[in-house]
């Protein structure tokens, strides 16, 4: 089964940076197409960027130019490098895979494997 664990979530101030690690376990290769999600008290999720299987990538509106999605086949990694950070990205930041398809896709119902999360919060 696999097995998704994420971890570099922190406090930072406003405009500061994290890096978010997702660490796959549970298979032997990459063949996941793999996204991040992010979630703030009160909202529903939303879709922050996706690596496809050919690294072909798609970030959302309020994320591109300042975050980048990248993976490490060989360690079984999937990063999210975070930039510029505002108050506004505080958040609980999920990663997720999904099989079926081979482009990057911001659609949440695609992602059948979620991670528990790991907490974002900028501080003004």
């Known amino acids: 089964q696999v097995r998704l664990v994420e971890s570099g979530g922190g406090s930072v101030q406003t405009g500061g940076s994290l890096r978010l690690s997702c660490v796959i376990s549970?298979?032997?290769?990459?063949?996941?197409?793999m996204a991040w999600f992010r979630q703030a008290p009160g909202y529903g999720r939303e879709a922050v960027a996706a690596?496809?299987?050919?690294?072909?990538?798609t970030y959302g509106d309020f994320a591109q130019g300042r975050f980048t999605i990248s993976k490490d086949r060989a360690k079984m990694i999937l990063y999210l490098q975070l930039q510029y950070l505002k108050p506004e990205d505080s958040g609980m930041y999920y990663c997720a895979g999904g099989d079926g398809t081979w482009r990057a896709t911001l659609e949440e119902g695609f992602y059948k494997s979620w991670g528990q999360g790991t907490q974002v919060t900028v501080s003004s």
């Open positions: 549970g298979r032997t290769y990459f063949p996941y197409v």
């Open positions: 690596i496809g299987r050919g690294d072909d990538t």
